[in-house]
């Protein structure tokens, strides 16, 4: 690992201001962004690292006024055991129960969860060795490669690497907010193919809060996630939806470059109650848009993601 220099932020204004200056990067967990390091990945190694664990009064979960708020610095494995989050947002708490093994959910933030870097193996390659789309190069490897993980609904920005996160789409299905030191962004909005990142978070930004908005009684919440190696790995295909007195929100992750949001599906269960058959039309309708990549390496993650959909929405009756 090269050498960096590493800075104990007391304030988030005083990491935003470090943040801006020079090839920096934050740490919170430490658990994906120190991989990166270790096995040269990046681009642009950073040359400082900003821990924001120094920051007080970032760690809380807490309901105030018919809002669930999470700092960004909660570690997953409180949100997976959080009684107030267990009972009713649900999706939230399983999707971060599921999230890789004890010891990362007990290092890895929320805040580091939702701004990790694409698990794309051409980009994960030790020693920056594939310079594709994402890192400012002219070509993506997994188009015509070995892209049997790849998206489900295509390229952005000629790259087809999906978005890892677990509890991104719970987060979507659930309607969060993110709020920032700048801002507060709708979660559908969050993610974007932003070279080398996945959010659209400026360079001096931080995550401070999650915002989840109670959903009123009745209306239920389930997250399920189909992963190779159950006891640690990233999604090979997740789902999250909510469900209930006329509501229905669902959302796919790790198809597509960000969260995928089933606007057609929602549209078919809203207002209905839930069964067998309806929850399998509704899948189907869900990747309707989905499409192979080239060589049709990644066609089955189609029929998972369909199925994924079905028990999800089974999982709200
Ligand atoms: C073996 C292994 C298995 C894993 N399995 C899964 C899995 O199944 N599902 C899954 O979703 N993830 C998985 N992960 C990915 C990830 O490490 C964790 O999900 C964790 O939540 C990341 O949080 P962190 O606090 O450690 O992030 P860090 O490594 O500290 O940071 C990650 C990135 O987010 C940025 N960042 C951190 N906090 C903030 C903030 N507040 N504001 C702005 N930017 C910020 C950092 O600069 C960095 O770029 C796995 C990782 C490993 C190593
Ligand atoms: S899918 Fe994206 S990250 Fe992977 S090789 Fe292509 S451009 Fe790079």
């Not at 932020?9 to 990067?25: P, Q, R």
Request: charged share 25%; aromatic share 6%.
């Amino acid at each position: 690992m090269k050498r960096f220099e590493h800075i104990n932020a007391k304030s988030v204004d005083e990491a935003a201001a470090i943040l801006k200056a020079g090839n920096t990067s934050l740490i919170a967990g430490g658990t994906d962004i120190l991989g990166a390091m270790r096995f040269e990945i990046l681009p642009d190694y950073p040359e400082i690292l900003v821990n924001l664990k120094t920051i007080p009064d970032l760690d809380y979960i807490k309901e105030e006024g018919g809002i669930l708020k999470i700092g960004a610095l909660t570690r997953l494995e409180d949100i997976a055991k959080s009684d107030l989050v267990k009972s009713k947002y649900t999706a939230l708490a399983d999707a971060a129960h599921h999230t890789a093994s004890p010891h990362i959910r007990e290092m890895g933030t929320i805040g580091g969860n939702i701004c990790q870097l694409t698990r794309c193996w051409y980009f994960r390659l030790p020693d920056n060795r594939f310079d594709c789309v994402r890192k400012g190069g002219k070509k993506c490897y997994a188009m015509m490669g070995e892209n049997r993980y790849h998206s489900i609904f295509g390229a952005v920005k000629g790259c087809v690497a999906v978005n890892p996160s677990d509890t991104a789409p719970a987060l979507v299905a659930l309607n969060a907010k993110i709020k920032t030191n700048k801002r507060t962004i709708e979660t559908e909005q969050f993610w974007d193919m932003v070279k080398p990142g996945s959010t659209i978070l400026e360079k001096d930004e931080i995550v401070t809060e999650i915002q989840v908005p109670t959903p009123p009684k009745g209306v239920i919440s389930s997250f399920i996630k189909f992963a190779i190696r159950k006891s640690i790995d990233f999604p090979i295909v997740n789902c999250a939806a909510m469900i209930g007195k006329g509501e229905a929100r669902i959302c796919l992750n790790a198809v597509h470059n960000k969260p995928y949001r089933c606007i057609n599906a929602e549209d078919m269960i809203r207002g209905k109650s839930i069964n067998e058959s309806n929850a399998d039309s509704t899948g189907a309708a869900a990747i309707e848009k989905a499409k192979t990549l080239p060589g049709d390496r990644n066609k089955w993650k189609i029929q998972l993601a369909r199925t994924m959909v079905k028990r999800a929405i089974l999982g709200c009756a």
